[in-house]
């Protein structure tokens, strides 16, 4: 008998988390809410939409567990407090591991997890709460992340990385074996870091500059 489950948001990414959990776990979602200023629509998904505040008396804690399927605006700032919120009210947060994700930590992930297919995560990595990897990551051997987390497609973590709490790290981006991000960092897409992040940080990679060559005179293509 699957779990029932009730997803925190009604934007594209609790639409995705709708359409895997649903597809790939043991959960059923019967709901969605959200804080009760952006109660617009009663039904997202074809699901009844209810308020945050009124989740408690219609989708017990007892019966029901959550999912916060938010992104990372201001630094993960506000999936960190609804993450947060639904523990206080007492919620368990679920967590979703793609069945098409390469995973040989043993199981070490936290709660409030979003793992896309086409990861890859080696032996002896830990993985903090409220998570998210996009799809196609490498996170290599003795890597960990901390809470608060999202990590964008195809980045390469190496061996022995720590990444802080709260970090952003775009597409692309490659990070060193045996290096520390800090806390709240932004590392930009297709960045490349040799050497410890500070905390509070911003790295970014550079953009490509357009050719003073116009499409138009290349040949064989």
């Known amino acids: 008998m699957k779990k029932s489950l009730v997803i925190f948001g009604t934007g594209n990414i609790a639409q995705l988390a709708h359409f895997y959990f649903g597809a790939d776990s043991t959960y ?4 969605f809410t959200v804080d009760a200023a952006y109660v617009n629509e009663t039904t997202f998904c074809n699901l009844p939409v209810v308020a945050f505040d009124e989740v408690v008396s219609k989708y017990g804690p007892e019966q029901h567990e959550i999912f916060v399927a938010l992104s990372y605006t201001n630094l993960n700032a506000l999936r960190k407090d609804k993450y947060l919120a639904a523990k206080a009210r007492g919620y368990k947060l679920a967590s979703y591991i793609s069945s098409n ?10 709660e409030n997890c979003f793992i896309f297919e086409d990861n890859t995560i080696q032996p002896f990595v830990t993985i903090g709460n409220n998570v998210t990897l996009w799809s196609g990551n490498h996170i290599g051997h003795h890597s960990t992340i901390k809470d608060h987390c999202f990590i964008a497609s195809h980045v390469v973590v190496s061996g022995g990385v720590e990444i802080g709490e709260q970090c952003f790290i775009g597409v692309n981006a490659t990070l060193r074996d045996h290096i520390k991000i800090g806390d709240k960092c932004v590392i930009g897409a297709g960045s490349l870091l040799l050497a410890d992040a500070d905390a509070g940080g911003v790295y970014m990679g550079a953009a490509t500059a357009r050719s003073k060559i116009p499409s138009s005179r290349l040949r064989g293509i």
């Open 28 to 31: 059923k979602v019967v709901a």
């Open 101 to 110: 994700a390469t995973v040989l930590n043993g199981g070490q992930f936290g």
